[in-house]
């Protein structure tokens, strides 16, 4: 055991006793041929060591703080997996504030990082990238605000504009023409907003109700009725709204699937659309979100990577501690292959991910291959493929998926 020990010490800084016994008891999958005959060092390093850190908020309370510490340990399984001899990675409370983040870059940078992954919020990214700018060192964030990429900063996250676009455009391929929208009062809420919008003009269709709901208990049922009522009088005029765009995740949409027959909203009539949040462990188990559309990643890669950490950890992860882990993967396919330069990390063949292939675009976005997924009884079914090679749909333009609006 003493070379799996080896490189679990490379992790910085330390590594709990507990962690080491429980990822060389796991039984990873790969993990035998990466480690040789017991007993056998690893391959000498060619050179000093690649420094990379994560920043990310582990001392944070409640979500966030979950969150930051599913995103270290995916961090670290990914670089356990890959034994990287020459690859060192700096593990960086961020205290989740700004000021957190930007005193955690000033650190790692002290100390020799040449990539940043994270931090987690919006904020934080934008304390930390004029910090990493001067020094000449990248950042691969892990926000979903499309406001702070660019300049030296790559988002390796799901965002929400081009998951709009492709649920939108393949509503439309099915004969969808006539759309209601019923979206949060938030940011997220505003932005998918516009995107809609764009999107159902581009597929040549009809926007013919919008209401916004703001987040109190009670916020939700008065608007639902004002679109039960314009769905009403559309089929009354024979000009049917056909559609219903209901964005979010399940602190939305159970909620609205609840009080859908309220508002005299039958889903079998209307086809119900979704974003990415509506991939969600048991959405089906309310009927009215069952045949429902919405885009994502094939779930394969996810399903694998989940039984991987759950195996190690003892639980199953957050949807976001995939993005650490792609991101050290990337870390490591980089360090040995160009280094974190602009031309390699948005090279044109992109980089494969547990989600699938993606590219990281110039100007800080992602492109992702999404597949449209139906909500069953008790699971999600492919309807359509992902596209083989990352990239916006048919004369659409955008990129990528979203996921966790806290995180803006």
């Keep these: 055991m003493g070379s799996a020990a080896a490189r679990l010490r490379r992790l910085a800084p330390g590594v709990a006793p507990m962690f080491i016994v429980a990822l060389l008891a796991a039984g990873l999958a790969g993990c035998t041929a990466e480690m040789g005959p017991v007993g056998l ?3 000498a390093p060619d050179g000093p060591p690649v420094k ?4 990310v908020p582990l001392s944070s309370q409640g979500q966030p703080g979950l969150i930051a510490k599913s995103l270290k340990q995916a961090a670290e399984l990914a670089l356990f997996e890959r034994d990287n001899p020459n690859l060192q990675l700096l593990v960086k409370d961020d205290l989740g504030t700004p000021e957190g983040a930007r005193a955690a870059a000033e650190d790692v940078l002290k ?3 040449t990539l940043i992954l994270g931090p987690l919020f919006a904020k934080s990214v934008s304390a930390v990238a004029p910090v990493a700018r001067k020094a000449g060192v990248p950042v691969v964030a892990f926000s979903n605000d499309r406001q702070v990429a660019g300049q030296g900063v790559y988002l390796l996250s799901f965002q929400p504009g081009p998951e709009v676009q492709r649920i939108v455009a393949f509503a439309a391929k099915r004969g969808r023409k006539r759309y209601a929208a019923l979206i949060p009062q938030d940011s997220f809420g505003k932005a998918v907003e516009l995107a809609f919008r764009d999107a159902v003009g581009r597929a040549g269709g009809a926007v013919a109700a919008v209401e916004t709901y703001p987040a109190s208990a009670n916020g939700l049922l008065d608007p639902l009725r004002r679109i039960g009522t314009a769905i009403a009088a559309a089929e009354l ?7 219903l765009f209901v964005p979010g ?7 609205i699937a609840r009080l859908l027959p309220h ?3 039958d889903p079998g009539k209307v086809k119900l659309l979704g974003t990415g949040g509506m991939d969600f462990p048991n959405a089906g188990r309310d009927k009215s979100l069952i045949g429902a559309w919405y885009p994502g990643p094939d779930p394969r890669g996810w399903s694998d990577f989940a039984q991987k950490y759950a195996k190690t950890y003892g639980q199953g992860p957050p949807r976001l501690a995939g993005a650490a882990y792609d991101a050290v993967n990337l870390a ?4 040995g292959d160009g280094g974190y330069t602009a031309a390699s990390l948005t090279r044109a063949g992109g980089f494969s ?3 699938g292939p993606y590219r990281l675009l110039a100007d800080g976005t992602i492109e992702r291959s999404l597949a449209i997924l139906e909500v069953q009884k008790f699971d999600s079914a492919i309807v359509e493929a992902a596209p083989s090679a990352p990239g916006p749909p048919a004369a659409l333009s955008g990129s990528s998926f979203s996921i966790f609006k806290a995180f803006q």
Excluded: F, M, Q, S
């Design 332 to 335: 490591i396919v980089l360090a």
């Design 237 to 243: 005029e024979a000009v049917a709204i056909d559609t």
């Design 111 to 113: 100390r020799g990082a």
């Design 353 to 355: 991910g547990i989600d």
């Design 263 to 265: 508002a005299k909203i």
């Design 52 to 55: 990379v850190a994560i920043l």
């Design 41 to 43: 060092a690893p391959p």
């Design 249 to 255: 995740g399940p602190e939305y949409l159970e909620n």
